[in-house]
């Protein structure tokens, strides 16, 4: 079964990463200043007691450094 929804949100997502050259970071910083030019508000949720710090490098784990196999170059 056809999710036409699910099928135009990866359309789009597509059609903007091939704007962005295919660069995935170039796509997401495209993306923020998109977001902050809405002058919309956006949401910066608190981390909640007991929850791991995350780093701003796609959801990476502070605690792992640069030698880590997780972390993208």
Same mark, same amino acid.
């Given at each position: 079964?056809? !999710?036409?929804?699910?099928? &135009? $949100? +990866?359309?789009?997502? %597509?059609?903007?990463? !091939?704007?962005?050259?295919? &660069? $995935? +970071?170039?796509?997401? %910083?495209?993306?923020?200043?998109?977001?902050?030019?809405?002058?919309?508000?956006?949401?910066?949720?608190?981390?909640?007691?007991?929850?791991?710090?995350?780093?701003?490098?796609?959801?990476?784990?502070?605690?792992?450094?640069?030698?880590?196999?997780?972390?993208?170059?």
């Amino acid at each position: 079964m056809a !999710n036409l929804i699910l099928e &135009d $949100l +990866h359309a789009t997502r %597509e059609k903007l990463l !091939n704007e962005a050259g295919g &660069d $995935l +970071h170039r796509y997401v %910083e495209e993306a923020r200043k998109r977001a902050l030019a809405s002058g919309r508000a956006i949401a910066h949720p608190t981390r909640r007691e007991g929850q791991p710090k995350i780093s701003p490098n796609f959801n990476v784990p502070a605690s792992e450094g640069p030698s880590s196999p997780h972390r993208n170059p």
